[in-house]
């Protein structure tokens, strides 16, 4: 193959996952020592010979996030001077990704910088999955690839078809994800409508859409510190919904996070894990954690092979 052997090589932030990925490709991980200085500088190593491979790094840009990313700029720049003939990031999570436009004065559009930054390192193509915009991919000048976790959380959600189902969008923004969601479920759509109220201290939330005597599930990208995904559950309840459940790629989870999901009206919340879970979110009643690197290790050796990703694209 003109980019030689697939080497698969994973950084701190998920070695878990990685070693998923390589059970499901049938390969080993690669061979390398990475460490931290006493000052806490990235330290790292190749342990074998990759001249001429085809190499892909797993290393989302989850917490700690700035550790993480320099960690796997650090990386890509080793495998770069050892003449590895391509080099993939794999990101399935996507740090900064929510700084993606400049919707104030004098802020940063971070999601553009690392871009920018994975560029210069020397990766060569990108492996992510939901980004938080999809636009984000034009910030790139190398090749992206952009999963969706759909077909993964469609198995776990499949027993609440044709049982009365609205798939819910807890903003505007996240409407034609959602819809995608509904198409493949069979179910109607609804969306929460966010705003200040009078005083400016609260949201108030205004559901546009039928959810009455329903089973709803909220679908989103990212839940952080669930602030705005409870306050839907609530308002959906309120609005008569009979069931609410939640579906989101991201677990974040920081925070007060997994004190408001224990303690608010969702039943269940499914995440994936693109983002490592602790082990009070393994421990949890309320969420449910599955996998993505049957889907990643699909578009890993669709990528190695020079076949269509696009059949994994939802």
Not at 15 to 33: C, H, N
Not at 148 to 175: C, K, M, N, Q, W
Not at 241 to 260: F, I, K, N, Q, T
Request: charged content about 25%.
């Amino acid at each position: 193959m003109q980019n030689g052997q697939l080497k698969l090589f994973s950084g701190s932030a998920h070695p878990e996952l990685a070693r998923e990925i390589a059970d499901q490709l049938g390969i080993s991980l690669g061979r390398s020592k990475l460490g931290r200085f006493s000052d806490s500088e990235v330290s790292f190593q190749i342990n074998e010979n990759i001249r001429g491979t085809d190499v892909f790094i797993v290393q989302p840009t989850c917490m700690p996030v700035d550790p993480n990313f320099v960690e796997l700029c650090v990386m890509i720049d080793a495998f770069r001077r050892s003449s590895a003939s391509r080099i993939t990031a794999v990101m399935p999570y996507y740090g900064y990704a929510r700084q993606d436009r400049k919707d104030k004065p004098r802020v940063p559009i971070s999601a553009k910088l690392v871009a920018n930054l994975l560029s210069a390192a020397g990766a060569n193509r990108v492996l992510t999955m939901d980004l938080h915009k999809a636009q984000i991919q034009a910030f790139f000048d190398i090749p992206v690839d952009h999963l969706f976790a759909l077909p993964v959380f469609i198995e776990s959600l499949a027993s609440y078809r044709e049982r009365g189902l609205t798939i819910v969008s807890p903003d505007a923004g996240g409407v034609e994800r959602a819809r995608a969601y509904a198409k493949r479920l069979n179910a109607d759509l609804a969306i929460i409508d966010k705003r200040r109220s009078e005083d400016g201290a609260a949201e108030v939330m205004h559901v546009v859409g039928q959810v009455q005597d329903r089973i709803c599930i909220i679908q989103d990208d990212i839940v952080d510190t669930a602030g705005t995904l409870t306050q839907s559950a609530a308002a959906l309840r309120a609005n008569g919904a009979a069931r609410v459940l939640a579906c989101v790629v991201h677990g974040v989870l920081s925070g007060p996070a997994l004190e408001r999901i224990e303690e608010s009206a969702l039943e269940k919340l499914v995440v994936t894990n693109t983002i490592p879970p602790s082990s009070k979110v393994i421990d949890s009643g309320k969420i449910e954690v599955l996998s993505v690197a049957r889907l990643l290790g699909k578009a890993i050796q669709s990528i190695h092979e020079e076949t269509s990703v696009s059949s994994l694209f939802v």
